[in-house]
């Protein structure tokens, strides 16, 4: 049985994290179940662009990058990303695009085994993943071999160099056992690189705990980093000093300003950093970051798991035309539900135009994230709600939910 608006005020009521909420900008009349893609805007972060733009940019000018920290920014927001990941402070730090870090990791760690000819990934995984994974194999000689889920572990073998997976997938949400498929794949003598773009922030990682030595994820989802945050980068302290970055830029030298011809790599995990750092970038994710205070990740996620049976069961009660394609049992899942319609698409713009933001996946899935940081229960329900009319009333055949826009 579905629960009552009472009982799910009753449930907001008694939220030990319901006061976070407040570090968040929510506009008026809107339910964001967006936030695994798009992270809210911390209040936080308002200010502190302000205050990087007007006086360390404007001010202080280029003396910033000593005298506010900025050369220090992408090891110091490593480092406060560190223990939501279970990661040590010096082996996580924050520079480029998640796609371009996972070049990187790529390229490195292959060249630990050479004659290991295979990259095994998982059919259907994010595609900038595969997309990258593709031009990494052709450029270190791999084999890219994309595997079915349910074959990958029979696929591992003593041909393997890397194995890459999404910890958690972007679609349905499945999850994989971070420690299980990190002992698999050590037995054969193959290393794990886990993109975490849809785990860091919302699911309990321990990747110290779980063997993993490789690693990447997304800073503008979970983290609420603002669009196109910079991404973090994971390499286990163990194995830091004998990767060589692919992209050896000046910011990754053991010594920038000494402006030698010869590349001699940071020691430790500066050497993955390329280019310049991109402060105001960087500043904003600090904010997403700091903004997790006092929020430890297994509260998130109990609590991530009562939105989840909320919102299953508010779906099965009062829009049986949806069908839940995430997997019901916590420990197999993200912090995201998603719902298979053939006419998903349309629904989900309907669902925005009503002030409902989640998002459409091809070819047949809405998608709504659960951040538990700033949700609530009601907004759940109420979402529930207004879903239930544009259903029951057939609003979302309207001509103008089927037009797309280049994001969906
Ligand atoms: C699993 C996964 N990896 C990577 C990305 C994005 O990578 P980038 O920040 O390089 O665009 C996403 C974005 O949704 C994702 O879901």
């Not at 662009?49 to 005298?67: A, C, K």
């Not at 390329?274 to 998130?300: H, K, M």
């Not at 409902?356 to 047949?364: L, N, Q, S, T, W």
Request: aromatic residues 8%; hydrophobic residues 45%; proline residues 6%.
């Amino acid at each position: 049985m579905s629960p009552s608006l009472d009982e799910v005020r009753a449930m907001d009521a008694a939220d030990p994290l319901r006061a976070c909420r407040e570090r968040f900008f929510l506009p008026e009349g809107v339910i964001y179940l967006d936030g695994n893609s798009l992270g809210v805007l911390p209040m936080a972060t308002m200010g502190r662009q302000r205050e990087v733009v007007e006086s360390e940019w404007g001010e202080e000018l280029i003396r910033s990058w000593n005298s506010r920290g900025w050369i220090e920014a992408p090891q110091r927001v490593g480092a406060k990303i560190a223990p939501l990941i279970g990661a040590k402070a010096n082996e996580v730090i924050v520079a480029d695009s998640t796609s371009v870090n996972l070049f990187k990791l790529i390229v490195a760690a292959a060249a630990l085994a050479p004659d290991r000819p295979v990259l095994l990934s998982e059919a259907g995984n994010f595609h900038t993943d595969l997309h990258i994974a593709s031009g990494a194999a052709e450029l270190a000689r791999l084999r890219l071999d994309i595997a079915p889920r349910g074959e990958i572990e029979a696929r591992l073998g003593a041909d393997t160099n890397l194995l890459l997976l999404t910890h958690v997938h972007f679609k349905a949400g499945f999850r994989f056992d971070m420690a299980e498929m990190t002992a698999r794949a050590r037995a054969v003598g193959a290393r794990v690189i886990w993109d975490l773009s849809h785990s860091a922030g919302a699911v309990p990682l321990d990747l110290n705990g779980s063997g993993a030595e490789l690693a990447v994820g997304c800073g503008y989802k979970y983290l609420n980093g603002g669009p196109g945050a910079p991404s973090f980068l994971y390499v286990a302290e163990s194995l830091q000093e004998r990767l060589m970055s692919p992209l050896r830029g000046w910011m990754g030298h053991a010594a920038p300003f000494a402006f030698t011809d010869d590349y001699r790599p940071a020691p430790g995990i500066a050497r993955f950093l390329a280019g310049t750092p991109p402060i105001l970038g960087l500043a904003a994710l600090e904010c997403g970051v700091e903004a997790f205070a006092g929020a430890p990740v297994d509260r998130l996620w109990a609590k991530s798991i009562r939105l989840f049976d909320l919102f299953a069961a508010l779906v099965e009660a009062h829009c049986p035309a949806l069908t839940c394609i995430s997997p019901r049992e916590p420990e197999r899942r993200g912090s995201h539900i998603s719902f298979a319609h053939p006419h998903a698409f349309e629904i989900c713009q309907a669902l925005i135009a009503d002030g409902v933001i989640g998002d459409f996946r091809a070819p047949d899935v809405i998608r709504f994230g659960l951040t538990p940081l700033y949700l609530g229960f009601e907004d759940i329900w109420e979402a529930v709600q207004r879903m239930r009319s544009i259903l029951d009333s057939g609003r979302w055949r309207e001509p103008r939910f089927a037009v797309r826009g280049k994001v969906t």
